[in-house]
């Protein structure tokens, strides 16, 4: 079974500060992880797939695999960059994936 | 190329009445997935379909709840005799659904906030 697991619901960082927003993942197989964001009152996004290691405005996530650990990453937060963040997982394979995804994490960029 | 559609974007409701939701994928996309999100929770998939297809049903409820897609039209995510746990914010997201590796990213829409009085 695919799981995603983002064990804070809500993160609080200056402006400035580095940010890493934690997601975990339970899978058997070889996964494809992403993370979407939410902005307010906007509908969710892609933000970064790991397969592609792009760093978008400024985030980046590396997999790890031994720690199945998929962490968002910025060096210095932005007020912007306050949004609703979501890890997700589906398997990479071909056929039918089902997009598993975490509880989210709100994260929060004091001014 | 609009994106993903949605509507209506609020919906009220009284206990009782049936909610109709509407989903029109990205132009060339042919997979269609419904999500749910209660207030102060994440993303909980509930059905995926293709054209005139159910695929993956495994998180929608088993009584009231029903969704479709059929082959001309929108996909329609449909409730009967809504309860006020019904209220929540429905997303749906689309993806070209190639079956190719690499090609699972969803496209998703602004949502419609069920109310249920």
């Known amino acids: 079974a695919q799981r995603v697991t983002q064990p804070e619901k809500l993160l609080s960082v200056f402006k400035g500060a580095p940010v890493e927003l934690k997601c975990n993942y339970s899978y058997s197989g070889s996964p494809e992880l992403f993370w979407y964001v939410q902005y307010s009152r906007q509908r969710l996004q892609l933000l970064l797939r790991h397969i592609s290691r792009e760093s978008i405005k400024g985030f980046t996530a590396d997999l790890n695999k031994g720690e199945t650990s998929f962490h968002l990453k910025k060096p210095f937060a932005q007020e912007e960059d306050s949004a609703m963040y979501y890890c997700?997982?589906?398997?990479?394979?071909?056929?039918?994936?089902?997009?598993?995804f975490g509880t989210g994490t709100k994260l929060q960029v004091i001014p | 190329n609009a994106g993903v559609m949605q509507n209506p974007r609020h919906l009220v409701r009284r206990r009782g009445q049936e909610a109709r939701l509407r989903c029109s994928p990205m132009?060339?996309?042919?997979?269609v997935y419904w999500y749910r999100q209660l207030p102060e929770e994440g993303l909980k998939f509930m059905v995926y379909l293709q054209k005139e297809n159910i695929i993956d049903e495994s998180g929608m409820p088993k009584e009231r709840f029903s969704a479709e897609f059929p082959k001309e039209g929108p996909s329609i995510l449909r409730i009967q005799q809504v309860v006020r746990g019904d209220s929540a914010a429905y997303f749906c997201?689309?993806?070209?659904?190639?079956?190719?590796?690499?090609?699972?990213?969803?496209?998703f829409g602004p949502g419609t906030r069920l109310t249920v009085l």
């Open positions: 997201a689309s993806s070209p659904g190639l079956g190719l590796a690499g090609s699972n990213e969803q496209f």
């Open positions: 132009k060339g996309h042919s997979h």
């Open positions: 997700a997982l589906t398997p990479h394979s071909g056929g039918y994936q089902k997009v598993t």
